[in-house]
Each structure stands twice: as C-alpha cells, then as structure tokens.
C-alpha cells in the first residue's frame, strides 16, 4: 500500500475513533426529558401518561416522521421507585411497569403490538436511519462530484470509500444522541467540521484525475450541501 494511502487512512481511523467514541458531556441546555418513549408508527389517538399512586402526569408529544416522542421531565415526576405508564386509545388501553429508573435521561421504545417497553433505541430503527441518512448524502455528493467532471473509475472507487467511512462515523455519532437532543443542528456543525477535514485530505492524496483546486472546490460544495440537506433532514426525520 502506498505511504499516501497509509497516512491518510490512518487519518481516517483517529477522527473515527474522535466522532464514535465520544465522552458525554453536559452544559447549560434545554432540560433533556427524564423519560422518553419512542413509538413507531403510533395512532393519532395514542397518549401516554406516567405515574406512581394516585398522580400520574400525560406525556409532551413531539411527531416525527415514523414515530413520535412521549416526554416527561424530572419536575414532573415524583421520586418513586417504580412508576407505571399508561397507554390508551379510542380502541385500546392497557398499563405497564416501568423498572426502576436507575439515571437521569432514560429512552424507551414501546412496542404497541406486545404491549412492552424496551430500553433505548431498537437495533432496527437506528440502521435504518444511519442507512437513510449515508444514502441521502451520497447521492447528493454523487451528483456534484458528477458536475465537476470526475469520470475516473478509481475517483469514483475513491469517492464511495472515502464517504462511507467520514459520513457513516459522522451518522453513527449523531445516532448516540437523544432524539430531542437541543441544539443538534450545532452537533451537526461540529461532526461536519472532522468531516471535511477528513475529506479534504483524502480526496487531495487519493484522487488525480483533476487539478487540486478543482477538488477542493468540489469538497468545499459538496460538503457545503450535504450540511444544508443534514440540517433539513433533522427538522423532521427522527435521530
């Protein structure tokens, strides 16, 4: 392997680690919910509510493409040790017990069919959303690395490695966040920031068939429209 190749995936490999595997850390923000339930695909008629006793408070829903958000904040519960949630519509009720909360921001997913509650997110729903996001950006970059004359086989070989490795360790960072994460569009700013580090470098060593200014033009553009779609893909896709 060539020492160009070498060095840059070595590259690649240190900002994946910095993107993937990333301390958590809190500031000054919106209160994160103390407990949020994903459903997917729910009924317009669902509500949820959370209680232990005689106080039970009804969840804040925020809808989202696929599924929407149920939401209880920590001011709204009372310190118990075991809550129970209920679920109903026009057509349907039932109640589950919820563990003992052992943190502070707890994810659920309630599965409706077997009237269960899973903690986090399922498996399922963030490969399909990880795949949707990598393939939305990739056929955006597809089409301006088209425009700006790369018709070299081994540019396009380049090109589809080079993408799958920054934009699927960008996708996958952003899949550790809640999904009413404040200020994601800024998370997403930052993670865009390794990005076109990483892309500029690669394409510069890796790519000949054009001038290096050519190529850097296309890595400032492109990356410059995949931020714009990202940002708008967050205002209603789930994360």
């Known amino acids: 392997m060539p020492k160009n190749r070498k060095w840059f995936l070595s590259v690649l490999i240190i900002i994946f680690i910095t993107l993937v595997v990333t301390p958590v850390c809190y500031g000054n923000s919106a209160e994160p919910p103390s407990i949020l339930i994903i459903v997917p695909n729910p009924p317009e008629d669902l509500r949820i509510s959370i209680g232990s006793g005689d106080t039970y408070v009804e969840a804040l829903k925020t809808e989202k493409f696929m599924e929407n958000y149920y939401a209880f904040y920590s001011h709204e519960l009372k310190r118990a040790n075991e809550y129970t949630i209920k679920v109903s519509t ?32 399922l498996l399922s729903r963030s490969f399909f959303l990880v795949f949707l996001r990598i393939t939305c950006t990739l056929i955006i970059e597809a089409a301006v690395f088209w425009l700006f004359g790369f018709r070299d086989r081994r540019s396009w070989i380049n090109f589809t490695i080079i993408n799958l490795i920054t ?44 001038h ?5 033009l296309y890595v400032i553009i492109a990356n410059l429209l995949s931020l714009w779609a990202g940002g708008y893909m967050i205002t209603f896709l789930p994360i």
């Open 90 to 121: 026009e057509d349907n009720a039932f109640e589950i017990l919820l563990e003992p909360i052992k943190h502070y921001h707890n994810i659920y997913t309630l599965d409706l069919n077997n009237q269960t509650v899973i903690p986090g997110k």
């Open 167 to 210: 934009q699927g360790a960008l996708n996958i960072w952003l899949n550790g966040f809640s999904p009413l994460v404040s200020y994601v569009i800024l998370t997403l700013i930052f993670g865009e920031i390794f990005v076109f580090i990483a892309e500029i470098f690669g394409f510069l060593i890796l790519i000949k068939e054009h």
């Open 212 to 216: 290096p200014l050519r190529i850097s």
